[in-house]
């Protein structure tokens, strides 16, 4: 006999603001109590380090994490010239020091040589692995191994504020797999100097924006209402936001049927010659699977159980 999971059938996405201090797996744990819900992940690790959007994902909407882990993200962080540490941030030991100060024209004037394909060293204190064990496991214990340079999609790095010498404020836009302190730390070289990253914000993950982020104590504020439960269930986006970036398709309730048994179905209709590649099926507005398109058939890959 199956085991019952603990919690209540809780379906959609929450864009979490991240407190800095908090791993994104503490930060899941907290929204998923506070929720009282069964199943919750999150997409895109933030470092504790930072703070912004953390998409949590509720039920059903789990099935959905990899569409919003592969789109863009974007980030305003500030650059500390002047130092480096060994974990790339303000949480790491100085390992090395310099006097020079890059000015505003020269840091501009290096930006563009990031924007792009890039390779980039992962920073020492990361959750990649080597050889089965965490990057930053090996790290605390100052055992000796070497991170691959691994390419990186920076789409755009806006120089936004200087408020001192030892400080710029970037603005970046890039793909899935970029290190943020690897940019900061590789643009001290480039700039002949040495930095680290003091703060890390992420403004976007995908269709998830810093403008519809709901903090921890307002979440908590909400949770301790009279509406309760109700209000928090009111901050959910639905599960098909993480799909925004593929094309929807309405289906009839027997071709939904059809595809909740894992089956294809026959597209009909002025849609079966244009549509090919990723898309997700509705029925009646409710998401019924995610799947690919070829030779006008569309074959599931991803079914929901969502109620009706």
Known sequence: MARRRKGSPIHG???????????????VSRVRHLYGAQ????????DPLATGVLPVAFGEAT???????????????TVHFGEATDTDDSDGTVIATSDRRPSRAEIEAALPSFVGEISQVPPRYSALKVAGARAYDLAREDQEF????????????????????????IEARCGK??????????????????AHVTELRRTRVGPFAEE?????????????????????????????TALDDIPALAISGQDAAR????????LRGRDAPILKGPVYA???????????????????????????
């Open 259 to 266: 595809l909740k048994r894992g089956q294809p179905v026959l």
């Open 63 to 77: 099935k959905t994490v990899p569409f919003a882990v592969d789109g863009d993200k974007q980030y305003r962080f």
């Open 177 to 194: 797999g970029t290190y943020v302190r690897a940019l900061a730390r590789d643009l001290g070289v480039a700039l002949g100097s040495v």
């Open 282 to 308: 509705t029925s009646r507005g409710s998401l019924v699977a995610v799947g690919e398109v070829s030779q006008g058939e569309l074959r599931p890959t991803r079914v929901f159980n969502l109620p009706g």
């Open 212 to 240: 519809t982020a709901i903090s921890l104590a307002k979440l908590q504020e909400l949770g301790h209402s009279a509406a309760g439960r109700e209000a928090l269930l009111g901050v959910l986006q639905p599960v098909e």
């Open 13 to 27: 996405w929450l864009v979490f603001d991240k407190p800095r201090g908090m791993t994104s797996t503490q930060a």
């Open 39 to 46: 199943k919750a992940g999150h997409a895109g690790t933030l």
């Open 146 to 169: 070497e991170l691959a340079a691994r390419p990186a999609l920076i789409e755009s790095l806006e120089l936004t504020r200087m408020p001192d010498p030892d400080h710029c404020i």
